[in-house]
């Protein structure tokens, strides 16, 4: 038991060893998955490619698909547990 605790809390400090330059660096491709999978529905629903309504959209069915992913922290902590949900800092998911 000793040793499933202290692997268990190993593996938690290693969670916290990303720079904030990696986490930027996940959150951008992050974004760009995002982008590339719901971007084409958005623009065919008739927002213009690279716009703010455009994103808004993008955002919107990423959340409405959120069930079974995680939503877009905004923390600087990143998120531990499901999908980003819960864990260190003042993470919130957009479109939730």
């Known amino acids: 038991m000793l040793v499933f605790i202290l692997a268990a809390a190993s593996?938690?400090?290693l969670l916290g060893c990303a720079t904030?330059?990696?986490?930027a660096v996940a959150?951008?491709?992050?974004?760009?998955?995002?982008?590339?999978?719901?971007?084409p529905a958005c623009?065919?629903?008739?927002?213009?490619?690279?716009?703010?309504?455009?994103r808004e959209c993008i955002l919107r069915?990423?959340?409405q698909d959120g069930g079974t992913r995680g939503g877009v922290s905004t923390?600087?902590?990143g998120g531990v547990g499901s999908g980003g949900r819960?864990?260190?800092?003042?993470g919130i998911g957009i479109g939730r």
């Open 86 to 90: 819960g864990g260190i800092g003042i």
């Open 43 to 54: 623009t065919q629903m008739g927002y213009a490619t690279n716009t703010d309504p455009w």
């Open 11 to 13: 593996a938690m400090c």
């Open 75 to 77: 923390s600087i902590f």
């Open 27 to 39: 959150q951008q491709a992050q974004v760009e998955r995002m982008m590339a999978e719901y971007g």
């Open 20 to 23: 904030p330059q990696d986490r």
């Open 61 to 63: 069915s990423a959340g």
